[in-house]
């Protein structure tokens, strides 16, 4: 029903590669988020599964039907813009109204579905107004009601909450889940936010420079980053990473995977101990719930520690930390993720 | 604030401040210059001829009172004169004839006793008037409800044309990339740069050899494709966002509903400016009506006009009152689209 297969696509222009040999398989109903940092054409590839642009080569596939020589509007697929896009001399109802008199759809059949959408986003008493009148928040609900009115197989959403102020953005980070659990469709989100693809994916797509480098659910790609580049873009505040000599201190003779040239923690793992790393406090931001440490390991290495609870720390105070050995990460020279060995995790059990 | 208020506002508020007279004395110098001659023409207009070729002018226009007089028998329309009598008596008399300086005058009330005097001693006794029959004679007459017809004609459809087809130039030289577009536009604007002059010639050969000579079309359809236009459209449409335009193709529209439904309503400002430049141009187009149209019937308001000049030997009352007659639809064009062009359209649906 909302399937949607990218087989092989690359895009360049002139010279530029901007998407490279990108393979993906969405399933029916799925949340789907592509996440990365700016550049990294997660953009582009909305657009390349949307239709408005083309692929250099490659092919798009929704619902087994091989869509890449399609147009647009015949892929029965919905867009909802970051600049959301509305017509602004039309009023919100003309708004909804446009793409599905475009399709000939009799006039009550188009009454019915924007009286829908309009009460299931409570935007009734808006219909008549111009999109000039209304607040951010109550515009965005409108492009998304412009979407749902098409009744896609697919929604494609291009960083729908980066022009709201922050608090508006948990709210509707809420409200799109919430949408997304009583539509059940299919939709891809675009955003560089990880907090948000964290909170709101069935599955991430992490891209860099055009290509994606890991695909999983929240949970696997906190738990297993499977390269640095990931290890470090996912998790707020980041990972922090030693060296093999630096790490030995919490190491503390225990032997990491053979070919081992990185050791990640995570600031949330670390925690005041006896023995440990020594580092000496430098920056102390108390948020009230959690304490963030900025502290520095030696004059080139910085560790961030997050503690859940208020402390008081003095700058420069020395301080030692340590961390269980399951919560580090292995990475070797080229960056990527190295898993424990069986025998060396039964070891650790024991 | 009312308008009362706005007209005397002043920045000194219980003393004048030497800005205010130097603002006041500026605006109404300004004033005077700009209004001045359209006033002067304005009350000119409505001159008899006689009153026109009065030295020195009056600003207001006078029409002199006349009375019926029965003298020997014959009932005529005599102007009244104001006359100082050598007894230093004044009295209103009406005026027989004039030779050279010695004017012949009558008591209307005892018709035959005459009096002779020197002009100089006579002032015509006249009030306010209007002579309105310098509008209504060009208009039952001399033809000139067709040249204003004509005009009417050819504005507003060489207008409507210039819209249309500027308009959808200016779409796709803003909102389609394809190869040559900045060769296309630099073609474009580059025939601002020859001067009508050079162009007539061929151009006649060309509407003569269409066949569309002698006829309104060929005064409407060479004009209407113009760079200004074209160019004035392709700047506003660049500032569309490009997102607007793939919102509507995602809603299934064609790219004619999208040029027609989206871009052309939010070029509305822009389309009013031409709108007005066009209707300016066309009104007062002379050269171009002139060389093409030969029948009279045909004659827009310009080329009647000055036909009109050459023919009856400047009777200027009548130029006067059909020139003030061809200012009108301009003015009220231009006050009813300026409004148009500042209230804009409201709000943006795109931030």
Sequence with gaps: MGTI??????????????????????????????????????????????????????????????????SAAERGLAMVFQSYALYPHMSVRQNLAFGLENKKMPKAEIDRRIADVAQMLEIEPLLKRRPGQLSGGQRQRVAIGRAIVREPTAFLLDEPLSNLDAELRVSMRAELVALHDRLKSTMIYVTHDQVEAMTMADRIVVMRDGEIIQVATPMELFDQPVNLFVAKFIGAPNMNFLNLAQAAAILAGQQPPVGTVTVGIRPQHLAIADSGLQVTAKIVESLGTETVLHSELDSSTKVLVTFPCHLQIQKGEQLTLNANISDMHFFNAEGLRLEPSIAYLKEQAS | MNIASFLTARRGKSRWDWTDYFTFSWLGFGLIIMFGPAVWLTLSSFKSPAQLSEFPPTVLPYVAQTVEVEVRGQKKQLPLYEVKLDTGEIKVLAELRRIGIISKLVDPADPETTYKVNIKQRTPVREIGLATENYTKPLKDFNFGQFLYNSVFVTVFATLITLVTNSMA???????????????????????????????????????????????????????????????????????????????????????????????????????????????????????????????????????????????????????????????????????LQRYITTGIAGSGVK
């Design chain 1, 5 to 70: 297969r990218l087989q092989n696509l690359h895009k360049s222009f002139d010279d530029v590669t901007i998407l490279k040999d990108i393979n993906l398989d969405i399933k029916d109903g799925e949340f789907v988020v592509f996440v990365g940092p700016s550049g990294c054409g997660k953009s582009t590839l909305l657009r390349q599964i949307s239709g408005l642009d083309k692929p250099s080569s490659g092919n798009i596939v929704i619902d087994e039907k091989d869509v890449t020589e399609i």
């Design chain 2, 170 to 336: 200016a779409f796709a030289l803003s909102k389609y990339q394809f190869r040559g577009r900045n060769g296309v536009l630099l073609v474009v604007i580059g025939t601002l740069m020859i001067p009508i002059s050079v162009i007539i010639v061929p151009l006649y050969s060309v509407i003569s050899s269409v066949g569309l000579l002698n006829s309104l079309w060929g005064v409407i359809l060479p004009t209407v494709a113009t760079p200004t236009g074209v160019f004035l459209l392709r700047q506003y449409m660049l500032t569309i966002p490009d997102e607007l335009l793939e919102a509507a193709r995602m809603d299934d529209a064609s790219e004619w509903q999208i040029y027609w439904r989206i871009v052309l309503p939010l070029t509305a400002p822009a389309l009013a400016v031409l709108a007005i430049f066009s209707v300016v141009w066309r009104w007062n187009d002379f050269l171009w009506p002139l060389i093409v149209l030969g029948r009279k019937e045909l004659f827009t308001l310009q080329v009647g006009l000055n036909t009109f000049a050459g023919e009856l030997n400047v009777q200027w009352h009548f130029i006067l009152a059909m020139t003030v007659a061809s200012m009108i639809p301009v003015v009220i064009v231009f006050v009813f």
